[in-house]
């Protein structure tokens, strides 16, 4: 199950949610788990790519 961070813009702070591709599509009602704020935007921060396949 993918993971999607989401971070507050009220304590900065990152939440991270673990749902399916189709629940997030549908929309999905995030709270801060650290003040309870509702006012939250998905953070995208490091990605980690792996390859089955020769890069050069």
Known sequence: MPAYEYICKDCKKITEVNTSYEKKEKGLDVT?????????????????????????
């Open 32 to 56: 801060c788990e650290h003040c309870g704020s509702k006012n939250v935007g998905q953070y995208f921060g490091n990605m980690t790519v792996t390859a089955t396949f020769p890069l050069h």
